[in-house]
Structure formats: C-alpha cells, structure tokens
C-alpha cells in the first residue's frame, strides 16, 4: 500500500529557511512514473499547488510566489521528495502536504495528484 510522509516542517523567523522531506513507501519500482508536488494550505484558504517535479524528464515547475526561493527535488532510489524553502516570508506559513500523480491537467490541480501525505506544518513568523 502507498504512504507518502512528510517531515521537516517547524517554526522559523522571516528570511530562515526549512528543507522538508516526502518518504514514499509501497511505490516500488513505480515511484520514478509519478510526477510528484508540494502543496500547502493556509487557515481559511484553499489547498494551492507550490511546485511539482515531473517523472521521467525531471522538470521543475513553481508557482510564482516562490519562484526563485524554493527548490523542489527528487532521489528516486530513495523514493524521497525534498522541498528548499528560503528566504521564508510570513504568508508561506501552512500545512504542506507532497503528492504523487500521473494523470492530466494542470500541475496545480488536486484532481491530478492519487496519493497524499498528511502534511506538516511551517510556521513564519515575522
């Protein structure tokens, strides 16, 4: 059975930085075929894609609010999906979940991703 699990999440000043982690489990030699994303969601906001990696090509796609201080990657012999957030801002703040998917549409839409982790919490504070 598929997990996902997040981990590295905490609480930092603006300008700090975090790095979190995704483990997979129960993926197996398919892991490397899902194209995989971060996404966070804020109290009283709805779910927002951060940034994907693509299966096979490997291409890193961000959303422009933290394009140029997050850096998304993959180790796909360790099944383990990282996320490099610097230069922290307070409205980064939020439950960031990484999800596993393959199937059409936009990077950003939940639709497209089959399996969630539960998340972990960033919290900036300014």
């Known amino acids: 059975q598929e997990h996902l699990v997040e981990s590295g999440g905490g609480s930092v000043q603006t300008g700090g930085s975090l790095r979190l982690s995704c483990e997979a489990s129960?993926?197996?030699?398919?892991?490397?075929?899902?194209?995989m994303a971060w996404f966070r969601q804020s109290p009283g906001k709805e779910r927002e894609g951060v940034a994907t990696v693509h299966a096979g090509d490997g291409v890193t796609l961000y959303d422009n609010s933290v394009k140029g201080r997050f850096i998304i990657s993959r180790d796909n012999a360790k099944t383990t999906l990282y996320l490099q957030m610097n230069a922290l801002k307070p409205e980064d703040t939020g439950m960031y979940s990484c999800a596993a998917g393959g199937s059409g549409g936009g990077w950003w839409l939940t639709s497209k991703y089959k399996y969630w982790g539960q998340g972990t919490q960033v919290t900036v504070s300014s």
């Open positions: 129960g993926f197996g030699s398919t892991y490397s075929t899902y194209s």
